[in-house]
């Protein structure tokens, strides 16, 4: 069992900053693709991004590039999402997942096995 606990969130204005935290427990020694998705209300899940179980490759929607910037810290099991000029329309409930067991599309939510709780993003205008 993979435990993933996200942080981070909060209520900020357009064009402000937040880091959002994903931290892994579980399966101490093992590294795995993580991603971040978000759920706005009267929305479909959506892709934000992913990175590979090294941090080598990264993958963004192209709603946050330029924005938004994934990485992770292996040694403290923790994923990252450095969020820039936020906008209202980022504001949803941001997912953290893990992709261990199947090894597909990272775009896919569908191919991640484990999932966060949760953090809300609100930005106002």
């Known amino acids: 069992q993979v435990q993933l606990v996200e942080s981070g969130g909060g209520l900020v204005q357009a064009g402000a900053s937040l880091r959002l935290s994903c931290a892994a427990s579980g399966r101490p020694g093992s590294t795995f693709p993580m991603g971040w998705f978000r759920h706005a209300p009267g929305k479909d899940r959506e892709f934000v991004a992913a990175i590979s179980w090294n941090g080598d490759n990264t993958y963004s929607a192209d709603s946050v590039k330029g924005r938004f910037t994934i990485s992770r810290d292996n040694a403290k099991n923790t994923v990252y999402l450095q969020m820039n000029s936020l906008k209202p329309e980022d504001t949803a409930v941001y997912y953290c997942?893990?992709?261990?067991?199947?090894?597909?599309?990272?775009?896919?939510?569908?191919?991640?096995?484990?999932w966060g709780h949760g953090t809300q993003v609100t930005v106002s205008s």
């Open positions: 997942a893990a992709q261990i067991c199947n090894s597909g599309s990272l775009y896919d939510a569908v191919m991640y096995d484990y």
